[in-house]
Structure formats: C-alpha cells, structure tokens
C-alpha cells in the first residue's frame, strides 16, 4: 500500500503549484482522499478532501478558493492545485486515505509529503 505525493517545490508568492498523490497497492475506493500540510513548528492541519467518485468535495476555509481537489480515477491519483500562493502556505504537504474527512486516525494511510517553500 503506498501514496506517492510529488509536486512540491520552490516558488514565489502568487505563483501556482499542483501537487499529486499516486495511490497504488489497495483499492481505496471507499476512502476520502485527503491533503493535509504541516507549516514548519505547527501542527498538522487539513487542506482538503475529495471522493474517489469526486461528489464530495471539503476545503479548508484557508484555501477555499484558492486550492482546487480532483481526482483521475484512470491513473489513481488526486490531486491539489494550489493558486495565488502565499509565504504563509509553505509547510510540507501529505496525501491521506482515509474513512474520515478530518479525523486523524490510527489506521490512515500516508504519503511521505513533499515540501512546498512560497518566498515573499
């Protein structure tokens, strides 16, 4: 069972990035997929979440409007496209499978993150 996160990387405020997630190994059809992020001496903290079907779709108030969840069923992936990024988005970004939207649980599964740097 592995979620592959990529996109991450170094850009500047206002700049836009689309991070993916690869889920491979399972079928997690009955899962929410999620991002989470967590900002450098913070918690982690939830971005977004979307079915695999793409119906239910959750943001967090932060990024609403700003950050986009899709799916592609054909190739296992979701993904986050994040717009008119700021210094204060950058944190590292993980994937989750998860039976719940929020809660953190012990049974989740998690991609390895992938770092996202917004400079000013």
């Known amino acids: 069972v592995q979620l592959q996160a990529s996109g991450g990387g170094l850009v500047q405020a206002g700049d836009s990035l689309r991070l993916s997630c690869a889920a491979s190994?399972?079928?997690?059809?009955?899962?929410?997929m999620r991002w989470f992020r967590q900002p450098p001496q913070k918690e982690r903290e939830f971005m977004a979440a979307?079915?695999?079907?793409?119906?239910?779709?959750y943001y967090a108030d932060s990024v609403k409007g700003r950050f986009t969840v899709s799916v592609d069923n054909a190739k296992n992936t979701v993904y986050l496209q994040m717009d008119s990024l700021k210094p204060e988005d950058t944190a590292v970004y993980y994937c989750?499978?998860?039976?719940?939207?929020?809660?953190?649980?012990?049974?989740?599964?998690w991609g390895q993150g992938t770092q996202v740097t917004v400079s000013s």
């Open positions: 979307i079915t695999w079907s793409g119906s239910n779709i």
């Open positions: 190994g399972r079928t997690f059809s009955s899962y929410y």
């Open positions: 989750s499978a998860s039976r719940f939207v929020l809660h953190q649980a012990g049974n989740d599964y």
